[in-house]
Each structure stands twice: as structure tokens, then as C-alpha cells.
């Protein structure tokens, strides 16, 4: 466990949050894995779950302490949003289709930021 995980309380969906970061910031692996022939079956929306979930993107002040170390980190995931929801709408294509937009550029920029933050 690094220095920053052993000051959280749960340091484990810090490390799920990096990994799904990790995901967001590699094009190349989403074309590969993500470019499901079922467009209701969507990995984009298994990441954003995960967000959700956590509220991590709702209120990333509000997960200091828990999932992030701190207010660098809190910029990166309001960044992370900014990005989603200039991109993401009700009316999304599927998962091929969003990777390969240009919004999704914004995103994918957003996610390396962030994972950036968090790692180094």
C-alpha cells in the first residue's frame, strides 16, 4: 500500500478508480476491448457506474479522505466531469462509435490528467 493509501479509508476504490482511469486515458485499448456489436451493452456505462457509485464525479470534495488525497486530485475528477458531460448525452452512440469521436478526445485527455495526478 503506498504512503497516500494508508492515510484513506478506503483505499481500495482508490485503486479501482486508477485502474478505470487507466482505461479512459488508453484509446487504443478502448477501440480494442470496447467496440461491442451490442449497443446496449455498454463498458462506457460500467465505468460510469462506478462513478456514480462513488460519487466521485457528483462531489469529488466529498471523497478527500476516502478515494482522493486531495484538492489536486479533486480538480483532476472535476476536470474528469467537465469532460463527460461536455461529450456524454442521452442520446450517446454506442461504445465504437463514442471512442472514436472527437469529444471523446477531451475525455480521454482528462482521464491521463487525472491519473497523472494520482499516481505521481
Do not use: C
Request: proline letters at 3%; charged letters at 30%.
Amino acid at each position: 500500500m503506498s504512503g497516500v493509501e494508508q492515510h484513506l479509508r478506503t483505499p481500495w476504490l482508490r485503486t479501482q478508480l486508477i485502474d478505470w482511469l487507466s482505461t479512459m486515458a488508453d484509446r487504443d485499448w478502448q477501440e480494442a476491448n470496447w467496440s461491442s456489436a451490442d449497443a446496449n451493452d455498454s463498458a462506457i456505462d460500467e465505468v460510469l457506474d462506478s462513478f456514480d457509485d462513488t460519487r466521485l464525479l457528483e462531489q469529488p470534495e466529498g471523497r478527500v479522505g476516502y478515494i482522493l488525497a486531495d484538492s489536486r486530485e479533486v480538480a483532476a475528477m472535476n476536470r474528469q466531469r467537465a469532460a463527460l458531460d461536455a461529450t456524454l448525452s442521452p442520446t450517446s452512440p454506442s461504445d465504437a462509435e463514442m471512442v472514436r469521436s472527437d469529444g471523446w478526445r477531451t475525455v480521454i485527455a482528462a482521464a491521463r490528467a487525472a491519473h497523472e495526478a494520482m499516481t505521481k
